[in-house]
């Protein structure tokens, strides 16, 4: 399965920052139903494992590993970075994905 995942210039640029005094080689990229409405969370960490049933991505000289349960959700997302006056950080967006919740809860 290939999928597609895009990363803006400036998290690319934040990558690279952070790289600097980066613990791992990888960044694993994860997803899954974060409460019962079907709602889905992603998170981001550095880790230095790969599995057999991991794939691997290469974006502006940063490597992307995405578990196979996280893969069908994961694809098409935009990995972005925004600095804002009240928030700050990486933020995981899917176009292809619902329009969201519908218990209230987030």
Known sequence: MEIAVTV?????????????DRKAEYVRVTAAQTCGCG????????????????????????????????????????????????REGFMISNPNAGSGCGCGGH
Do not use: K, N
């Open 8 to 20: 803006t210039p400036e998290a690319l640029q934040a990558f690279s920052q952070l790289s600097q």
């Open 39 to 86: 709602s889905i969370g992603y998170r981001m960490f550095w880790d230095d494992s790969l599995s057999d049933r991991d794939m691997t991505l290469q974006q502006g000289g940063l490597t992307l590993v995405i578990d196979e349960d996280s893969q069908p959700h994961v694809a098409g997302c935009v990995i972005d970075y925004r600095s804002e006056p009240l």
